[in-house]
């Protein structure tokens, strides 16, 4: 996830593999969706990770 935008509610996706994946802006919509999706073997969804500037600067004092 490298951008926000909030007129259209698009979220810019990346991935490390950037030679293979091209940057893809998605609605916000279907990333929900994509992440609630279950994974037949671990029987569990994607889900998410929230990164703030709280626990960076909790890092940083580790």
Known sequence: MAAYHHKSDHFLILDVSRYKYSPVWVKADKLWESMLTIDSVSNTTSGFAIVTK?????????
């Open 54 to 62: 709280v626990f960076s600067e909790f890092l940083k004092d580790s």
